[in-house]
């Protein structure tokens, strides 16, 4: 897939992140972003995916060195989960210029019935280490 216009970029480094209750967008070998509708709000119980959508990743001696961190907070500020050094492109074929890849790795997230209602943010730091550059990117959804 090309390049999608409005990802957040740095040194030419781009990536953003998604949240999707389409487990299929893992399976495909170019992403289409049209399966990555917004996830507005979520059901307690019904899990959920992180995606992180990456173009023009740099290699450093021919490897790819991109890894993102993830947290997400509550309504009221404090931090639900997070997860840091999560491997988006390492020990991989260096990405195709100019394309949009899926990073690898993902969180699932599943809201629990005693976990508080209101609207969620979700972060992530998308850091590019053969590049030097880092992207942050966040999204929200509300559980009632």
Do not use: C
Not at 90 to 105: D, E, Q, S, Y
Not at 136 to 142: A, D, G, H, M
Request: hydrophobic letters at 40%.
């Amino acid at each position: 897939m090309k390049f999608i216009e409005g990802m957040p970029t740095k040194n030419g480094f781009s990536a953003d992140l998604f949240l999707t209750a389409n487990k299929d967008v893992f399976q495909e070998v170019v992403p289409d972003p049209q399966h990555l509708v917004a996830l507005e709000s979520v059901k307690r119980g019904v899990p959920f995916y992180t995606v992180i959508l990456f173009a023009n990743a740099a290699s450093k001696d021919g490897k790819p060195d991109m890894v993102y961190a993830i947290t997400i907070q509550r309504p009221d500020g404090t931090i639900y989960a997070s997860s840091k050094d999560i491997p988006g492109w390492k020990n991989r074929p260096p990405a195709v210029p100019g394309l949009v890849h899926i990073a690898a790795g993902t969180l699932k997230i599943s809201i629990d019935p005693d976990d508080p209602a209101g609207t969620y943010t979700v972060r992530a730091e998308i850091r590019d280490n053969a590049r030097g550059a880092t992207v942050s990117s966040q999204r929200t959804f509300t559980v009632e």
